[in-house]
């Protein structure tokens, strides 16, 4: 049995699709986007990505989260958390994100992702322009406080290991497009600071605010 690895696949050609992602944009109304949300466990990733779905299709737009956990139930089952399970698990998320930018779509990607040499492979996979890495910016201790899986508390007493924050490092971006405080501002404020960055970079054409979706 051959030991087929990423990369190493080959007689393969890309087949450029005959609807292509700028007339898939055209239809939708609006371009694609990569939105990679960043932070510690419990610093709202999941959340905020969601609700900026949710934002995102009562304007219209076409739209597909992908959340760590989800991910890790199939696509990514066969990884653990050591140091290179982490950097595979996201280089498998950064060719799919690619894929559903292809769509025309805006994918949002919640993700840990706690090395910054891993979030910039994703970025470098992704079209010039169209990655949005998004630093949810809570600390700690606020993390901990959260702790809405329990996670954190199990970690501490050597339950699990490798985990971020406690046993294993996590490097803040440096240089993200965007910081949001989800430690100590609301969901909708975080909300609408991601929608106007998109309204901005000509991803979505206007920024309606929160009452343009009730």
């Known amino acids: 049995m051959s030991d087929k690895k990423a990369g190493k696949s080959t007689n393969i050609v890309w087949h450029n699709a ?15 986007a990569v939105l990679w949300f960043t932070g510690l466990s419990g ?4 959340t905020l990505a969601h609700a900026v779905e949710d934002r995102l299709y009562h304007m219209g737009s076409r739209t597909f989260v992908l959340d760590g ?5 199939g696509l990514c089952s066969d990884l653990g958390f050591s140091d290179a399970d982490r950097t595979e698990n996201i ?59 329990g996670l954190y508390a199990k970690a501490r007493a050597g339950e699990i290991p490798h ?13 993200p497009e965007l910081v949001v405080d989800t430690g100590e501002q609301s969901l909708e404020k975080c909300v609408d600071q991601v929608i106007e960055l998109l309204a ?10 929160p009452a343009a979706v009730a």
Do not use: M, W
């Not at 901005?200 to 605010?209: D, L, N, P, S």
């Open 69 to 73: 956990d989800n991910v890790r139930h």
């Open 18 to 32: 005959t609807i292509t992602r700028e007339l898939r944009e055209k239809q939708n109304g609006h371009k694609g």
């Open 163 to 175: 985990f971020t924050g406690i046993s294993s490092p996590y490097e803040a971006p440096q240089s």
């Open 43 to 46: 610093s709202g990733k999941s």
């Open 91 to 149: 280089r498998r998320i950064g060719e799919l994100a690619k894929l559903f930018l292809e769509s025309g779509s805006v994918v949002l990607t919640a993700f840990i992702s706690p090395f910054q040499a891993d979030r910039e492979i994703a970025r470098n996979v992704t079209p010039h322009g169209d990655f949005y890495e998004i630093f949810c910016d809570a600390s700690l201790d606020v993390c901990e406080k959260r702790d809405v899986k």
């Open 200 to 209: 901005q970079r000509g991803v979505v054409e206007t920024y309606k605010g």
